[in-house]
Each structure stands twice: as C-alpha cells, then as structure tokens.
C-alpha cells in the first residue's frame, strides 16, 4: 500500500483522503452514471432545442394559417359578408313578393295566389332571418379563429426563443 504521507508531505490530513479514495471506490458506478449524463447531456439539449425551435415555426405557421385576411379568419369574415349581402338581398326580394301578394289580393278571385305569394314572402323572411343568425355565428367564429391564431403565433415565438436559449447551452 501506498503511504500517502510520504507522498504529500508533513501536515497532510490522510484521513480526509482516504475517505475520499474510500468514497470514490464505493461510488464508482454512480460516478460512471453521472459521467455518461454529463457526456450525453449536451446531445439531448441539443435535440431538446432543435425540437423547440421547430415547433415553435410550426405552431407560428398555424397561427399565420388561421389569423389575419388570408388565414381562414379572413375567409370565415369575408364568408359571414358575403352571407349579409345574400340576406339583404332576399330582404328586398321578400319585400317585393309581399307587395305582390298584397296588389294580387285586390284583384278578383286572385285570394289563393296571393296567399300563395303571402306565403312565399313569410318563407323569404325566415330563409333571411337564419342566414343573418348564420352570417352572426361565422364572424364569431372568425372571432375565434383570429384569437387561436394569434395565440398559436405567439407560442411559436416563445418556443422558438425558448430553443434557440437552449442551444446557447451546447455552443449553439
């Protein structure tokens, strides 16, 4: 065995290095363990960041998907316009057939006509009545939509910054 106070000199604590060669000793295979973390770690970062970086542009392109006039928040929008005009229209044109069904109603034995017309303009109403609830229901929906895509976009942002922070670990 080797004398370790010979080797460090008079003042030497031996004990305290032993314990610590004793310690070494017992604890190899954790120290290996520990060591092949610490070798591995800068690969996983590595992936880690890589991974967050590309989820973050993908989540910023769904976001750019939805929100914004080219997105489906645009399309849903201009769908719920292009819905309103429809109504108006069907408005004007329940208008007419009612005024119709009034002027035909003055006109002798013209009553089941009438009616008929009376009841065409009532269905027109109603047809304009459920494309406004609907031209409603697509701007909330565009509403949504917009909201999504501008929070998928943000979370893109942070998930990008989030790995590029992360490879700054590994040299990156």
Same mark, same amino acid.
Do not use: W, Y
């Given at each position: ?27 190899? +295979?954790?120290? @290996?363990?520990? !060591?092949? #973390?610490?070798?591995? *770690?800068? =690969?996983?970062? /590595? $992936? ?29 929008? +201009?769908?719920? @316009?292009?819905? !309103?005009? #429809?109504?108006?229209? *069907?408005? =004007?044109?329940? /208008? $007419? ?47 949504? $939509? ?27």
């Amino acid at each position: 065995m080797v004398d370790l106070g010979k080797i460090l000199g008079a003042g030497a604590d031996v004990t305290r290095l032993q314990d610590i060669v004793d310690f070494i000793a017992d604890h190899r +295979d954790d120290l @290996e363990t520990s !060591a092949q #973390i610490a070798r591995d *770690l800068p =690969a996983l970062l /590595r $992936l880690l960041s890589s991974g967050l970086a590309d989820a973050g542009a993908h989540a910023s392109k769904a976001g750019g998907a939805l929100s914004g006039a080219s997105g489906a928040t645009g399309r849903v929008g +201009d769908s719920a @316009e292009a819905l !309103a005009d #429809i109504s108006s229209s *069907l408005s =004007a044109v329940g /208008r $007419l057939v009612g005024d119709a069904a009034i002027d035909i109603s003055k006109v002798p034995l013209m009553g089941g006509p009438s009616r008929q017309l009376a009841t065409a303009a009532h269905a027109v109403a109603d047809t304009k009545k459920n494309l406004d609830g609907l031209a409603g229901d697509l701007r909330d929906i565009s509403g949504l $939509l917009d909201t999504v895509g501008q929070a998928l976009e943000r979370l893109g942002t942070t998930l990008g910054a989030t790995g590029r922070e992360a490879n700054k670990f590994v040299g990156g």
